[in-house]
């Protein structure tokens, strides 16, 4: 098992953050989405939120990959349309490449 953290930043918008919030709540899910993160490999993922900043943890089996993961998903009408949805609510960070959406965080401690 594998565990990748990574951010985005939502734009500071307390409308905006609020409807991200009810799209991410369990009875709102895509189950089309809801499969292909299962299916790619990721076996756990948590969302976090402090302001406008989100933190995701992903627990991932061996068989994932984020190469792999971008092909499925590039391929996945219902997944580009959830995404192109979270683009409302959401922004790069400031040091984000072009077309760069949530970013690998590095691991700088550990107890």
């Known amino acids: ?9 939502l734009i500071d918008n307390p409308e905006l953050i609020a409807e991200y919030e009810n799209w ?4 709102n899910a895509w189950p089309a989405v809801m499969k292909s993160i299962t299916d790619s490999g990721i076996r756990n993922m948590e ?5 406008s900043r989100l933190f995701m ?11 792999r993961k971008a092909s499925m998903d590039d391929t996945n009408q219902k997944v580009q ?25 590095d691991k700088i401690f550990q107890l």
């Open 57 to 67: 943890i992903m627990e991932t089996d061996d068989s994932f990959s984020f190469e």
């Open 47 to 51: 969302i976090y939120r402090t302001g």
């Open 1 to 9: 098992m594998k565990k990748y953290c990574l951010a985005v930043d």
């Open 81 to 105: 349309e959830w995404e192109q949805l979270m683009w409302k609510f959401q922004q790069p960070l400031p040091w984000a490449k072009k077309g760069e959406k949530w970013i690998l965080m």
């Open 24 to 27: 991410h709540k369990k009875e």
